[in-house]
């Protein structure tokens, strides 16, 4: 019996599936961060871990046996994906970007545009089978908007409001304080990754929704950032508009009058769209 593997890497965790031919998923796993640009060896061993505790739920088998396709962070970055691909054991294995299967998990064949917004940020759009991406360059030049986004804003604003540069409230006073000065805010920024950012941005989410207004100004501009990107996914023509990821809800919800019904919900997720890869599918 064929097996298919898809695993949907990101910046803060690992999810595999193995399903048959049939497309019947018979086990899944998760694993560790999965950034194939930043981290390639914690990468790969995430995938490994999170395809073996799948496979070991479907009842065993050979992991070298597996049909894999793997959308990944980082992936993005040509050479990266080759290095990966190249140093896994599976029958065979297709690198893609966790953004790429994440659009063929909620669109399918469908035209639409996916705006996957969770540690980090992406968008694409298809049309017509066509598919274009855009974004997901990584923390330190792109992935405006994004979890790991909100939280060196946060880090940030906090700091120009000790300087009495912008106007401060109790999540930036608060964030200040509890690294015992700006300076310690400083070192705590300078050792932190994406990953690490990302929980600090879900203190801005939190924080705003109790109308303090510096994380509701920061959760304002991570708004703006996402609607210019899908704003200019949509100017060929409208098309439906899937939201993913951990905050997409939250962008969802603040943008919902700027896309009158376009707002659709996804077919499917990202390991899905692995595994309809793997198989064939499209």
Known sequence: ???????????????????????????RGVGGPANVWTDPEGARESILAAARAALDEAGGGRIEDL???LGVAGANVPEAAVRLAGGLPFAAARVETDAFVALKGALGDDDGIVAAVGTGAVYGVQRAGAVRMIGGWG????DQGSGAWLGRTLFETALLAHDGLVPSSGLLRTIVSEND????????GQRSRPADFAVH??????????????????LDAGAEQVARAIDGLLAERPVPVCFLGGLGSVYEDRLAARYPGLRRMPHG???????????GLW
Request: hydrophobic content about 50%.
């Open 67 to 69: 049909q894999a396709v």
């Open 1 to 27: 019996m064929g097996l298919y593997l898809g695993v949907d890497g990101g910046g803060s965790g690992c999810r595999a599936a193995v399903a048959d031919a049939a497309g019947t998923v018979l086990g």
């Open 139 to 142: 923390f330190l030049l792109g």
């Open 201 to 218: 941005g879900h203190r801005v989410f939190v924080a705003a929704m109790n109308d303090d207004p510096g994380a509701r100004a920061i």
């Open 181 to 188: 000065g700006p300076a310690g805010l400083v070192a705590l």
């Open 269 to 279: 997720n990202a390991v899905d769209g692995a595994l309809g890869l793997a198989r």
